[in-house]
């Protein structure tokens, strides 16, 4: 029992710097949203924070795989985070709207490139045997964040200004920081690639991705269709304000408490992913999780009350923490280490674009059309491509261990 504590003691330190920085996250993305909403008074500053994002990771992705393949990812992700601290630091320092989004833009670009430098560290620190239920834990920690985050920030607003929140997040990254620096460190001089970043190697980069996606088109597939499922919630997401107040007519405490059933949705959903992690299917989490996201947003899309729409939300939450620990598993078994940063960075160019495309397409059908035809159209959508990447994992199950193994 002691020895497995112990072989527990990295990931569950991971773990806890994960958790803080997700409630930093959500303390930033409130505080930012509320302090832009007080310097400008204008809506369509707020939303242009929404654009930066993808705007960011675009302009990242096309060569930050080549450098994460080649550093420490350990010193990597200790830079970005004291780097995004930094910066998040300055921001109420400055009542400029370009200062702001440039400096928004910045930390967007660390974000984009945090990410796939942590699935790296975290795919060579995590034990194949092990990383199902890590994911799971991983799910649940998130949806703490999600429901710990925004109850943060208010109660950072009740003592203090967004300003006091934004130093809080600042100190949030902070702390992550730290407890990455104890983490051990597994890149070694060895493993490194030391040649230098050009434009010559991003362009045998890209072919090296190229290559290996034809190579592996079962697992591609599955990528792609999973992420497109995450694009279509990302564009269906940005009318979900607007569907909540103008279409169902709620206040903004029941849209709150809207919210609050989504959150309490993903924790029970992790829970249970926690629980019986060995005895689920890694084919069936991705599969029948995703297909249960694509209904629990048909399900909101088509309500006319309240309570219709929480259970939609609550739907779709609770089958996203077992597709989203399902997928993760799936990327971790399936992905060569070695080149795991730029085939995230890569694809997440790919997916910064398509999300931009998507939600305009989803603001000009609300616009033509109506909001609420808007997000049925968009469910629908995503409950075809759902269906059909589960039928597709259900197939190639067999041809997989990465799909049905239940370890």
Known sequence: MKNKLLSWKYPFLLLFGIGTSSIGDWIYLISLNVMMLDITNSPLAVSGLYMIKPLAALCANIWSGSLIDRINKRKLMIFLDWMRAGIIACLPFFSSILIIYVLVFLISMASSMFRPASM??????????????????????????????????????????????????????????????????????????????????????????????????????????????????????????????????????????????????????????????????????????????????????????????????????????????????????????????RVGSIYGLLESLLIIIMTFLCGMAAHIFSIQGAVIGGSLIMLLSTSVLAVFTHIIAHKSFVLHENS
């Not at 940005?238 to 107040?245: K, N, P, R």
């Open 120 to 341: 790296v560290y975290i795919t060579k620190l995590i034990p194949t045997e092990k990383r199902k239920r890590f994911n799971s834990l991983r799910s649940l920690i998130d949806s703490g964040g999600f429901l710990l985050g925004p109850a943060a920030a208010g109660a950072l607003f009740m003592i203090g200004t967004p300003a006091f929140a934004i130093y809080a997040n600042a100190a949030a990254l902070v702390l992550s920081g730290l407890v990455t620096l104890f983490m051990p460190n597994l890149d070694t001089k060895t493993e490194v690639k030391e040649n230098k970043l050009s434009v010559n190697t991003i362009r045998e980069d890209w072919k090296v991705v190229f290559h290996f996606s034809r190579a592996n088109r079962y697992i591609i597939t599955i990528y792609v269709l999973f992420s497109f499922l995450m694009i279509m919630a990302t564009a269906i997401d940005s009318l979900e304000v607007s569907f909540a107040t103008n279409v169902i007519h709620l206040s903004e405490s029941e849209y709150g408490f809207l919210l609050s059933v989504a959150g309490a949705g993903i924790m029970i959903g992790a829970v249970l992913n926690t629980l019986f992690a060995k005895k689920l299917a890694t084919n069936f989490l991705i599969g029948a999780g995703s297909v249960g996201v694509s209904l629990g947003y048909l399900l909101y899309a088509s309500s006319s009350s309240f309570q219709i729409m929480g259970t939609g939300f609550f739907s779709l939450s609770f089958a996203l923490a077992f597709a989203s620990a399902g997928f993760q598993t799936f990327y971790q078994n399936s992905i060569p280490v070695d080149m795991m940063g």
